[in-house]
């Protein structure tokens, strides 16, 4: 769980830069970066939008270590 200054961090840096808020966030090869990047490109405003929401309530430790790999045995 970050801190709260690390989010106030990244939120001021999404609505800057919305692409470099969800880089620190969530990584900078993810769908979530692409998506932002994209809305950036086409529009900064959904750019925006799309960089608050994946920074406040996509939750990135659901995914990364959901433990639902194959074991080979």
């Known amino acids: 769980m ?3 200054l690390a989010i106030f961090c990244e939120v001021v840096l ?3 830069l919305p692409p470099l808020g969800v880089c ?5 090869c993810t769908t979530e ?3 932002c990047l994209i809305l950036t490109i086409l529009g900064y405003i959904p750019g925006i939008i799309y960089a608050l ?3 406040l309530f996509i ?3 659901k995914y990364r270590n959901s433990g639902d790999y194959y074991e080979v045995a």
Do not use: E, K, M
Not at 24 to 28: M, S, T, Y
């Open 14 to 16: 999404a609505i800057l």
């Open 33 to 35: 970066f692409f998506i």
């Open 59 to 61: 939750d990135r430790d």
């Open 24 to 28: 620190l966030r969530h990584g900078c």
């Open 2 to 4: 970050p801190s709260r």
């Open 53 to 55: 929401y994946a920074i």
